[in-house]
């Protein structure tokens, strides 16, 4: 009689980041939801020194632009081998670089990149990045948002909280990560709860008449008010999809 052999257990998420501040992480996500899934081995985190691989006595990581103008940037050599000793050929994960003239950051870019097997994150510093590393060693650029940090740092740390969060077993309940903003397209619908009166207001009868198809019904039409009214731009780019 044979008997049947357990199946191999299912690797951790992994995120490797690559910084010249490592202390910055985990950050917010060693607390809550995140930080116990990370207790328990549901996800990784691997925060890796650029300054490792920097240059001389000092390990130097940046030097002046070509062509002149003000600020550093971050040498491509440095950065480089600083990418090639976290990820060795073969690894699949993508190479993500924090940086405000990459492409936003989006809903379903996160959803797909919390159902891979992890992330690699460059987080730049000073002026910028040297175009030639980005390059040879094929990096995503991602934005969060039309402003300028002082490092990708916070913004590497809004990439893994957005990713961790759709991880399985990291939320109490499955429908809490797909009944909410951006996940349908549109903005997520008011919620109330206990008292019923507050101030002089009250929670829309609907939702404590107990009937689910009209509570549905109203959840559906505020999402697609709000969305009118706050971020049109989701109807437009709705309808040219």
Known sequence: MTTPQASAPLSPWRATILTLYPEMF??????????????????????????????????????????????????????????????????????????????????????????????????????????????????EEVSIGDYVLSGGEPAALVLLDACVRLLPGTMGKHASGVEESFESGGLEYPHYTRPREWEGREIPEVLTGGNHAAIARWRAAESARLTRERRPDLLATDRDS
């Open 26 to 139: 985990p950050g917010h996500l060693g607390l809550s939801l995140a930080g116990d899934a990370l207790a328990r081995g549901a996800w990784s985190l691997e925060a890796r020194n650029i300054r490792d691989h920097g240059i001389g006595r000092h390990r130097a990581v940046d030097d002046t632009p070509a062509g002149g103008g003000a600020g550093m940037v971050l040498r491509c050599d440095v950065l480089a081998a600083a990418i090639d000793a976290a990820a060795p050929a073969g690894d699949p994960r993508p190479r993500l670089l924090m940086s405000p003239r990459g492409r936003p950051l989006t809903q379903s870019r996160v959803r797909a990149l919390s159902e891979g097997p992890g992330v690699i994150v460059v987080c730049g510093r000073f002026e910028g990045v040297d175009e030639r590393v980005i390059a040879g060693r094929a990096l």
